[in-house]
């Protein structure tokens, strides 16, 4: 898989030319949202992989592939362009760290992915407006209305991702996660 997705990725960096779009936030809360409507949380499946795929980086191949394998998949993006850091040894003497240089088009294609990711999220908080409540990552959760779901739907059908749709609850934000 990484193999697969480093190959396909260098020959589209080869072959275009990025364009990060505007950094935004991985999560986001509206401090402003302050109601106890009923909210439903929209999910985007495989959200990063999609991207990859629409966007023509992967092929469909490599895309089926990879929904068998989730975080096999998501991990070979992530490391996209990485810097690679060894110890050099000679027998069992360490002579020294080496770090050799991850290429800079690669991590710009992965800021992409993500990036696409969080300003798709941005988009919908847009739309709803003070009926949005937070994104994270590639979850949009809002109140809930027919009107609100629509626009959701709408935008994310655009963009040619698919995505399912969950009731959502203050209490799941209040939990603590280490005890």
């Given at each position: 898989m990484f193999k697969?997705?480093?190959?396909?990725?260098?020959?589209?960096?080869n072959n275009h030319n990025i364009v990060v779009p505007e950094e935004r936030p991985?999560?986001?809360?509206?401090?402003?949202?302050?109601?106890s409507d009923e909210l439903v949380a929209t999910d985007v499946n495989n959200a990063y992989w999609r991207i990859a795929l629409n966007e023509?980086?992967?092929?469909?191949?490599?895309?089926?592939?990879?929904?068998e394998f989730k975080n096999t998949s998501l991990a070979s993006l992530a490391v996209l362009g990485r810097d690679c850091n060894y110890s050099a040894y000679r027998g069992l003497e360490y002579l020294?760290?080496?770090?050799?240089?991850?290429?800079?088009?690669?991590?710009?294609?992965?800021?992409?992915?993500?990036?696409?990711?969080?300003?798709?999220?941005?988009e919908c908080?847009?739309?709803?407006k003070e009926d949005f409540y937070k994104w994270k990552t590639d979850e949009v959760i809002y109140t809930k209305t027919d009107k609100h779901i629509e626009i959701v739907h709408a935008i994310l059908s655009n963009k040619n991702?698919?995505?399912k749709d969950t009731p959502y609850s203050y209490e799941t934000d209040n939990k603590l996660v280490c005890q």
């Open positions: 697969s997705v480093k190959e396909a990725a260098v020959k589209f960096c991985c999560n986001y809360t509206n401090r402003l949202y302050s109601r023509n980086i992967i092929t469909p191949e490599v895309y089926q592939k990879g929904l020294k760290d080496v770090t050799i240089g991850g290429r800079k088009d690669l991590k710009d294609l992965y800021k992409f992915i993500r990036f696409s990711c969080y300003e798709t999220m941005y908080s847009e739309e709803l991702l698919s995505f």
